[in-house]
DNA sequence: CTGAAAGCGCTTACAG
DNA sequence: CTGAAAGCGCTTACAG
């Protein structure tokens, strides 16, 4: 939790200014100068600054000149923090997702930035580590700073402590994955949609045993896709072994585990669904390293993916349309839509590459 | 710039809690109770409330218990801003970069967010998109906010706009690309070795022909690394044709249109160095689409790099630790480290994959 | 153990 | 055109 209370390093000067007290000024924002400076030096009131300062008219050519030099002399920058106090309205959101290092992740960071941006707003940033704790810890802490919106990639399933917050005011949009008993705005992709025809097209290259190694099943967009995975095969009228099913952590080590189990074993499978970008990697390295040619479609799109031979044909989503469209839907929250909480769901493209399109070995 | 003005959604609801003016409190902040809301409540008075909520010692168990059970009631989540207003910092840090997007630059913001959280700070990320006003804009906006310190990746070539911020107590420090026209902190990797070494890897295979496309020459990096790039030619008493040198934008046209003029004429080159990721993704569509074998390094790792037929060979920075190093600097500025500025540069590794061992054709 | 008063640096509402 | 007073929601310094 963010902790204001260590001293500053710049405790140690002295207040500048004049007519200050220094004994509650010194040191405090590095002893900056203040409106009451400025209009002291100016020999003007202090609304005088704050009209010059703002740019509100009424004031005299020569008065601004005089508070403007006054300004300059000082090397005033207005505190906006005590500005924001006052007028209510912070002009910052939050953001909080998985990991704004993932290649998934931060385009849609800076989607969101962009957009905040052309709204005057400035972006606080945070990761939660698919830790709902941390999500929480987060978004809390961002509120507590009265950020006017927040959009939010949820780690956890119970979002209800968001629910005061929402009703004081904070704009909330969820992205990515739904928001869990609580009402609210969502921008999505299509998952379980995604997931069918990424299966419907490996099926329509001949093959009947597929594998599907997916996210941790906790997590939303991988539960749709699995659905998603086991609607195709269904509609297709194929059986799913179990084995051929394979959820968990994305980490190398267990996305490994779960192909060798799916590609030995009496019925191996001849192709594989990847749940998510950080598993098409893996299944890249795995796949691509064995003498039998396996048939590969991934969910998400990477860079390079058309470069390796062969091309891995991936279901797309688009990172940065997610997020300007879910930042666009926040500051239109912002700027007074009341209608009932939306759901947006974005669909995903089907990239062909070659990886995909590998027939059956055999 | 921020602009708190617009009115807010909320502003329609009706100030809650009990002796509070309605004409000033309504809507703002979406009519939240405050601490003299839960002091009334709880029959108490307002530094009791400052006690419990920050676990300051000196209340009894029961009065303790009634607050509780009024900020309980009121759903009283404490305005931090406030808080920051009185005590002088602020628990957030700023970080501006290039581009929230660029994959080189994801993991280095995942990691200052990291040092930033464990020190109790929030993040504020902004890109500068290489524009210099943009730079500018966001840094003195988040000084505005007043920040207790700024990790800054420069775009512009002056930061002297920055002194009396950083005189002001507002810790800076300066990364991946040095201050220029200020002294301060900053941590970046050693650039012109590090293009040294990849030329000379270059060289120790065979070539004496080789091009060096990299990022508009006003850009630090970019220049260090055409220096390191000349160095390394003349060591080997190689000369340089200046056809094989093609500085700019970073765009795939640039770039293709760079490699094809130095890969034809009279004296093609047998060899590139790519100046950065953007460029080396670039340069790979481009040579692993010819015919003749053309040796390539590139400057920066990056994901797959491993996995393309050749293996991509590279100079890796290594981002996260930059972010890191940066963040940790930063954070001991904020707890009181006066000494002069730094300059901390990190080596580059080498890695060998293929492409940077393919001799020269004929 | 508890609280009233003053103040952080601004803006608002109002009066001259 | 200009400014003194009050207030945003907290914490500080001090007094009981």
Redesign the interface.
């Known amino acids: ?10 405790a140690a ?1 002295t207040g500048s200014g004049s007519g200050r007290r220094p004994s509650a000024a010194a ?6 100068p203040t409106m009451k400076d400025v209009a002291a030096r100016a020999g003007v009131g202090l609304k005088t600054v704050s009209r010059v300062v703002n740019g509100e008219p009424g004031v005299t050519a020569d008065t601004e000149s005089r508070v403007r030099a006054a300004i300059e002399a000082l ?1 005033f ?9 006052r ?6 959101i939050g953001l909080v997702l998985e ?5 998934f992740y ?2 849609l ?3 969101v ?2 957009v905040a ?1 052309a709204n ?8 939660s580590a698919e830790v709902p704790a941390r999500e929480q810890e987060l978004a ?7 950020v ?1 919106g927040l959009v939010i990639v949820p780690a956890g399933e119970d979002h209800r402590y968001l629910e ?2 929402m ?5 909330t949009v969820f992205l990515d994955r739904p928001a869990q008993r609580v009402e609210a705005d969502t921008v999505l992709t299509d998952n379980a949609d995604g997931a069918r025809r990424a299966v419907a097209h490996l099926i329509a290259h001949g093959h009947r045993r597929i594998g599907f190694v997916g996210d941790r099943s906790a997590i939303h967009t991988a539960g749709e896709r699995l659905r998603g995975y086991r609607e195709a095969m269904a509609r297709a009228g194929l059986p799913v072994d179990e084995a051929w099913v394979a959820m968990g952590p994305t980490d190398p080590d267990r996305v490994r585990a779960g192909l060798d189990r799916m590609l030995s074993g009496p019925h191996p499978v001849t192709a594989v669904f990847a749940g998510n970008n950080r598993v098409t ?1 893996t299944a ?2 795995v796949l ?1 390293g064995r003498p039998g040619p396996v048939a590969l479609v991934g969910f998400d799109d ?3 993916a058309d ?3 062969p091309g891995v044909t991936v279901i797309a989503q688009d990172p ?1 349309r997610l997020g300007r469209t879910a930042a666009e839907l926040l500051f239109r ?6 209608s009932p909480p939306r759901r947006v769901e974005l669909a995903a493209d089907l990239l062909v590459r070659g990886s995909g399109e590998i027939p059956p070995a055999g």
């Open positions: 939790m963010p902790d204001p209370d260590r001293p500053s390093p710049a000067r040191g405090r924002y590095g002893g900056r090397g920058r207005r505190n906006d923090s005590a500005r924001i106090l007028k209510g309205r912070t002009a910052s990991d704004l290092a993932d290649p931060s385009p960071s800076r989607a930035e962009e941006r005057g707003s400035l972006l606080f940033a945070g990761s809390l802490a961002l509120c507590a700073r009265r006017d005061p917050e009703a004081a005011g904070v704009a990697v890249v390295r691509y990477f860079e390079l470069l390796l031979r940065a929250r912002l700027d007074g839509d009341d």
